[in-house]
Structure formats: structure tokens, C-alpha cells
């Protein structure tokens, strides 16, 4: 009985013993863990987000994907109806047409002119070899008028004929002068119209262009976020649809405290536990240590400047690479939170 009454005694003390045992035990083991590893809380795994913009403004006419969608690189994510560019191209090749119609003409007022010209020349010609007869036979008539040969109103008729002829071949002369002064305005206008018919053929260029922006395609291979539009809605050039989130490259941004910095070095080995699946462990590898603090690139950055500083620890941004990647992508997701430790050596 009295022995009973004796273990009765020490097993309170047997208790305490082991639970300070045991405390001791964990607290040695997290000191030790303390002492020969850099982790952070203050992680999240990163990828690419690619936002789908389209080209052209208009109505939307279908969309061909859903939320969280899994698509491919250039497979086709949404329509824009184009019953309207369609009929603005069908005027464009109208006004193309009326162009080189201008262009017809200012080429043909060209070949016009040019007949024109030979055709006074060639006049010009007989009136001269009219005027030099005219001339030969005023001067035959004038010696014999002297002769008394001709009457003198037969040598006046052939000096008026000759004055005629002169005046006609002068004239002539002047006509081919100033049609030929109309050549450099009319080629002035050929150029202006083949100009007008180039820029109205880029227009139709452009707009054919532009139909093919009519399908909106995915830039690259993902998984769809959430979508910003609807069959019927009006969108302009430009606007943000949707966002395909890249599933073929993940990474971790895990953000240190400054104090934790000096013990990093790039391509040390690291650990990660993502919150969402604590039982599984990641490896990882350091690629790379931020430039700069996270607050410094933030969209407003302290200014340590003013009168009411309060020192605050800064954490620096370190990316990390997920080794075996294709092993573990199937828990991956962007976001996601996770714990990282970065073994001591």
C-alpha cells in the first residue's frame, strides 16, 4: 500500500519531467532549424498573364471559350462582326475604281494633247512650204510688175497672199507653243490622279487588313481567366477580353526579410510547401535576387524623406525555380501561398 502511495507521488513529477523534456527537445530542434535555414511565409507562385486584346473596334459576335478554359496558341477565343467594314471595303473598291477611271482620262487628255500637237505640226509645215511659194512668187511678181510685165494689182494681190501665209505660219507657230504649255498641267494631273489611286488602293489594303482582325486569337497556350465580355457587347482597338494565364512555366517570388538577404545566394537549393498541399514538399533552386526592395516598386513607394519616418524591416524579392516541374504541375496555380526555406551551408 505504501508502495503504491509512493509511484502515486513521483508520477506527477515523472509527467513534468518528460513534458519539459519534450519542450526542450522541440525547442532545441527548432533553434537548430533556426540557426541553419532562411525561411519566409511571404511567398506565392508566379506565372505569365497574357491579356487578349483585339484589333479592330465592333460588335461582338461570338465567344467561343468559358472561364478557366484550356486553349491552345492561335486558337480562335472570340469574333467581331463585320457586316460593317465589309460594306466600308466594298465602297473602297468603288472609289479604286472611279480612280483609275481619272487615271484614264488624265492619260488619255495626254494623248489627246500630243495628237493635237503633231497635227498643228504638221500643218505648220504646209503653211510654211505654202508661205515660201507665196514668197517666191510676190518677189517673180514684184520684177515683173517693174517690167511692166503683171499689172500691179496682180503683183499687190500676190504680196498680200505672202503676208497672209506669213501670218497664218506665225500664228501656227504660236498654237503649237501654247499647247505644248498645257503638257506639264496635264502630267501634273496624271500624277495627282495615279497618287490619289496609290492611296486609295493602301486603303483597301488596310481595310482588308483589318477584316482579318476579326478573330480574335489566343497569343499563347493556357488556361483562360475571367472573362470581361459577352456575345453582343460593343468593344473598341485595344480593349482587355479576357487574360490566358501561362500553365507551361511557374516560378515562386518569395520575399525575404533584408536581414535574411546576406545568407541567400543565387542557386541555392531551397524547400517549398504550398499551403494548399502541406503533406507535399517542392525543391526548388535561387535564379535570381531583386535589385530592389518590393516597397520601392510598389505604385507608391514610402518617401523616408518626411518628418514622420518609421523604420520598418523591407523584404527582397528572390525568384525561385521549381525543379521537377512537370511532376508537380498538376498543384500548381498562380497565387497560390507557400512557405520557403533555404537551407544554410
Not at 504646209?126 to 520684177?143: Q, V
Not at 517542392?282 to 513607394?301: F, M
Amino acid at each position: 500500500m505504501e508502495s503504491q502511495n509512493s509511484i502515486k507521488k513521483y508520477i506527477p513529477r515523472i509527467i513534468i519531467f518528460a513534458i519539459l523534456g519534450i519542450g526542450a527537445y522541440y525547442g532545441y530542434s527548432k533553434y537548430k532549424y533556426a540557426i541553419s535555414h532562411e525561411d519566409t511565409d511571404n511567398a506565392q507562385i508566379e506565372t505569365y498573364f497574357v491579356p487578349v486584346l483585339p484589333r479592330m473596334a465592333g460588335y461582338v459576335k461570338a465567344i467561343n471559350v468559358k472561364d478557366y478554359d484550356l486553349v491552345k496558341k492561335d486558337q480562335v477565343l472570340a469574333e467581331i462582326d463585320t457586316d460593317e467594314a465589309q460594306l466600308i471595303l466594298d465602297e473602297l473598291n468603288a472609289d479604286y475604281v472611279q480612280a483609275q477611271t481619272d487615271v484614264e482620262n488624265a492619260k488619255a487628255n495626254i494623248g489627246n494633247l500630243n495628237v493635237t500637237v503633231k497635227s498643228a505640226e504638221a500643218n505648220l509645215r504646209a503653211n510654211f512650204l505654202r508661205k515660201e511659194k507665196a514668197k517666191k512668187d510676190a518677189d517673180r511678181d514684184a520684177n515683173l510688175v517693174a517690167e511692166n510685165a503683171i499689172t500691179r494689182k496682180q503683183a499687190d494681190d500676190s504680196k498680200a497672199n505672202f503676208e497672209i501665209l506669213t501670218a497664218q505660219y506665225d500664228a501656227g507657230k504660236e498654237d503649237i507653243l501654247t499647247a505644248k504649255s498645257k503638257m506639264p498641267v496635264l502630267q501634273a494631273a496624271l500624277h495627282k490622279a495615279e497618287a490619289v489611286l496609290g492611296v486609295k488602293k493602301v486603303k483597301i489594303e488596310q481595310q482588308k487588313l483589318k477584316l482579318t482582325y476579326s478573330k480574335v486569337y489566343a497569343p499563347t497556350s493556357g488556361r483562360i481567366g475571367k472573362k470581361n465580355v459577352e456575345a453582343g457587347q460593343f468593344i473598341q482597338a485595344g480593349q482587355p477580353l479576357m487574360t490566358v494565364v501561362q500553365d507551361a512555366n511557374f516560378w515562386v517570388v518569395a520575399n525575404f526579410k533584408e536581414t535574411q538577404v546576406s545568407n541567400l545566394k543565387i542557386g541555392a537549393e531551397t524547400e517549398i510547401k504550398l499551403d494548399a498541399y502541406p503533406n507535399r514538399v517542392l525543391k526548388g533552386k535561387i535564379i535570381s535576387i531583386a535589385e530592389s526592395t518590393g516597397a520601392k516598386t510598389s505604385l507608391l513607394p514610402p518617401d523616408n524623406a518626411s518628418g514622420n519616418f518609421v523604420k520598418v524591416t523591407q523584404r527582397v524579392p528572390v525568384k525561385i525555380e521549381i525543379e521537377d516541374f512537370e511532376k508537380n504541375k498538376d498543384i500548381l496555380r498562380a497565387g497560390l501561398s507557400l512557405e520557403v526555406s533555404v537551407p544554410l551551408k
